[in-house]
Nanobody, 123 residues
Framework: QVQLVESGGGLVQPGGSLRLSCAASGSIFSINSFGWYRQAPGAQRELVAAITSGGSTNYADSVKGRFTISRDNAKNTVYLQMNSLKPEDTAVYYC?????????????????WGQGTQVTVSS
């Protein structure tokens, strides 16, 4: 079993900052990539940022220059530093991980999701 546990969401004023964390635990052989997604009310879930095992990153155009994704491989944890937050960043943020796990006697790559954490940007 693999679990992703997120933390760090909350209410912040426009222009403020938040840092999200997501820790993976369980029967993990390796983590191929992490991603942060978000879903606003009435909208589809969208990719915010992603990072590979080698540290390559990509960002949605709407957050470039404001958000930074990073990972601590020793802790199986990914972070999302969010600066200069705007009201349109308000959403539930979900952590995603593509993880190599051992199933019966075979290694497989599987996708896992966290439970989501609410980020609200409002004055």
């Amino acid at each position: 079993q693999v679990q992703l546990v997120e933390s760090g969401g909350g209410l912040v004023q426009p222009g403020g900052s938040l840092r999200l964390s997501c820790a993976a635990s369980g029967s993990i052989f390796s983590i191929n990539s992490f991603g942060w997604y978000r879903q606003a009310p009435g909208a589809q879930r969208e990719l915010v940022a992603a990072i590979t095992s080698g540290g390559s990153t990509n960002y949605a155009d709407s957050v470039k220059g404001r958000f930074t994704i990073s990972r601590d491989n020793a802790k199986n944890t990914v972070y999302l530093q969010m600066n200069s937050l705007k009201p349109e960043d308000t959403a539930v943020y979900y952590c995603n991980a593509n993880i190599r796990v051992l199933v019966v006697n075979t290694y497989n790559n599987r996708n896992y999701w966290g439970q989501g954490t609410q980020v609200t940007v409002s004055s």
